[in-house]
């Protein structure tokens, strides 16, 4: 499995910043000539046509690729915009012959002369730690990228770090919503639930109501800035949640021999009576989403496998009986006349481990 590791890294010299601003701005340059060119039918390009880009030519014929490649996309999608845009962070690329790390300095060249290396020293993260020791286990690095974002540098590393794997066959059926943000229903392959978890969501409501009400009032005001880093401060916390909340399922998860994480296909979003506003929607949405990408992530490095299946009448299904009766579920209760009453996220979740549980029956039927 291949992971990217973000690092951030501490301030630079201005020298040594303003050296690498100008390999980006040479990338931006470069790149732009390039779309130009193709659009105006010139296809056969190579670094010799740009003598005036102070970039070495290995890294020209490399952008050369990579704009061919856009562009092609970009032809193809029909857009209406003109022609290509590049953003003006554009990241500087490196393989793992360019740069090295080595504890926490990563040592990486100009793109103008080979000879001139830099060190960046690393911030001392959790994350970085993680990467060290995969480092430490022999694990291979690959590409990596060097990007500037609000004033700070980043590197982008790739690591391929090897499966594991695990023979377990419980099951974790994981329910994500409001107000549990999370509901964990543990269940062995014989479909009897041995272990749950719940994660309240009454305090990142509450914190999300607080924001969006301050958001509010600051739309009249049309501080529109200021909204953009109230929006950054608030997904910074739903982050920061959303990793605690994934790694206390994966503990339980290891604990309990979990093989497999089942999940519901978030694709359609269902619409819920808090959040009725568009914008919210879309901070709920992106908060699932996240929060099944980290539950991913983190199962896969530990060696459970993730499935997703279709959330159809997951919320309404008696999870003891099987009958779908919409009327069961009243907010936090679930009642069905066969006498299960059970808090309905859970009952949500325990579908969703049967749910895959049937799917299995059914393939081996
Ligand atoms: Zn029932």
Not at 96 to 122: E, G, M
Not at 130 to 144: D, F, R, W
Not at 196 to 223: C, D, P, T, W
């Amino acid at each position: 499995m291949q992971i990217t590791y973000v690092l951030e890294l501490l301030k630079p010299t201005n020298k040594k910043e303003n050296n690498f601003l100008k390999n980006i701005e040479q990338v931006v340059k470069i790149r732009y000539e390039i779309s130009k060119l193709l659009k105006s039918g010139e296809n056969n390009l190579s670094s010799a046509d740009f003598p005036h880009i102070e970039l070495p030519s290995a890294i020209k014929n490399q952008d050369i690729r990579e704009v061919k490649s856009l562009y092609r996309r970009f032809k193809k999608s029909n857009s209406k915009k003109e022609n290509l845009d590049f953003k003006p962070n554009q990241p500087l690329c490196y393989n793992n012959q360019n740069y090295k790390i080595d504890n926490h300095i990563i040592s990486i060249p100009l793109y103008t002369t080979k000879t001139t290396r830099f060190a960046f020293p690393v911030k001392k993260t959790k994350r970085f730690y993680e990467l060290q020791e995969h480092i430490n286990n022999g694990s291979k690095l690959g590409k990596a990228s060097l990007f500037y974002k609000k004033s700070k540098w980043y590197f982008a590393v790739t690591i391929q770090i090897p499966n594991k794997n695990n023979n377990n066959t419980n099951i974790m059926g994981i329910d994500i919503g409001l107000r549990q943000l999370a509901v964990a229903s543990i269940n062995t392959f014989k479909d009897k639930e041995i272990n749950r978890q719940f994660h309240n969501g009454k305090q990142a409501g509450f914190i999300r109501k607080k924001y969006r009400s301050v958001r509010k009032n600051m739309g009249e005001l049309k501080k529109i800035k200021a909204i953009k880093n109230l929006n950054d401060k608030e997904q910074r916390w739903m982050s920061d949640l959303n990793h605690k909340i994934s790694s206390q399922l994966i503990n339980l998860a290891v604990q309990e021999q979990v093989g497999t994480i089942v999940m519901e296909n978030l694709k359609n979003i269902r619409n819920t009576a808090q959040s009725i506003n568009e914008a919210d929607r879309n901070l709920d949405s992106w908060a699932f989403y996240q929060l099944q990408q980290f539950i991913e992530y983190k199962a896969k490095m530990a060696g459970i496998k993730v499935e997703y299946i279709n959330p159809k009448y997951t919320s309404q299904r008696c999870s003891k009986c099987g009958k779908v009766e919409k009327s069961n579920r009243n907010g936090n209760l679930y009642s069905c006349s066969c006498g299960n009453h059970i808090h309905s996220d859970l009952n949500a979740a325990r579908n969703i481990a049967d749910k895959f549980l049937h799917t299995l029956e059914q393939q081996s039927a």
